[in-house]
């Protein structure tokens, strides 16, 4: 029998991955909450977590569990409160890059407020990140762009988004509808950093041509990446939903295939009347952003 109380203990020292920090939230003594770790991972017979070093990481399983638990507690306490009668203030949480909530989902998310659902928690997270949080039960749902889909997820493509180039409306590739690639050989360029989709993306066309990628600036997030354009640092590559900043335009660049945007949840977790209605909104909201 998996107690609930283990289960809680377990969600919180995983979030902080410290049994001190745990302990002292849970207003419980180290040795107690090892304790309740212990038997929750004897009665599995698993281990949850492993040490190296000084440093603390779930493993595998530990990481199924902590999905798990975050569901079972949201369910007991939709439980309590339908028994007792009592209004149950119910949260969805939704993960997604800086860009896709400026700029793909900005009606999405006050239409489903409107609608007063539930709560909804908003977490900034990048595409690793966001798809971590749907995995381990942080969040309901995540929007970002992935080829690959985890085998624990279900997946609903959304957009299909292409690629732009922001620039300063007095640069002299403003005065052209589209660009490619050989436009921006000899240009400063503003990309993402390491690691991100597009920037993968850009390396393999520069490759095509015979040139290496070397950015003037690097950085993470397009409303950055297009003040510095604003700036007059170079030319910045961006998803084509972004909105350019003042003094610049943006241009359509060929060459560069679209990605997909991909709205996530977890393939296990049955989805509450809530998170379902926030996925009508985000799915609604990317239908009108394609065709804005």
């Known amino acids: 029998m998996i107690s609930s109380e283990w289960l809680r203990a377990f969600v919180v020292f995983a979030e902080t991955m410290n049994f001190t920090h745990a302990a002292a939230r ?57 028994v007792r009668g009592t209004r149950h203030e119910s949260n969805v949480v939704l993960a997604a890059g800086e860009g896709t909530l400026l700029w793909m989902l900005h009606d999405a998310l006050p239409a489903f407020q409107r609608g007063k659902h539930a709560k909804l928690r908003v977490l900034t997270r990048a595409r690793d990140e966001a798809i971590a949080a749907v995995q381990l ?12 889909v985890p ?19 007095s640069h002299p590739l403003a005065r052209k509808r589209a660009l490619t690639i050989h436009d921006l050989r000899d240009e400063a360029i503003i990309a993402p950093a390491m690691g991100r989709p597009l920037r993968a993306a ?21 409303e950055l990446m297009m003040r510095f354009a604003a700036l007059g640092m170079g030319v910045a590559v961006v998803n084509d ?21 991909q709205l996530l949840r977890l393939r296990d977790r049955k989805p509450s009347p809530a998170v379902l209605a926030l996925e009508a909104a985000i799915v609604a909201s990317a239908k009108l952003s394609k065709t804005a």
């Open 241 to 261: 939903f972004c909105v350019p900043p003042r003094g610049t335009v943006r241009r359509r660049l060929i060459g560069l295939p679209p990605v997909q945007y």
């Open 151 to 169: 085998a624990n997820l279900v997946a609903r493509r959304i957009a299909k988004v292409g690629t732009a180039v922001v620039l300063l409306k």
């Open 202 to 222: 850009l390396a393999r066309a520069w490759s095509n041509t015979n040139t290496e990628l070397s950015p003037a600036v690097e950085a993470n997030g397009w």
């Open 26 to 82: 849970l207003h419980l003594s180290q040795p107690a909450l090892h304790v309740q770790i212990r038997k929750l991972g004897e009665a599995l017979q698993a281990s949850l977590y492993v040490r190296n070093g000084r440093t603390l990481s779930l493993t595998e399983e530990g990481r199924k569990v902590l999905a798990f638990a975050r569901e079972q507690i949201e369910r007991n306490q939709q439980l309590i409160d339908d």
């Open 137 to 148: 039960g942080e969040a309901h749902l995540a929007v970002t762009v992935v080829d690959d």
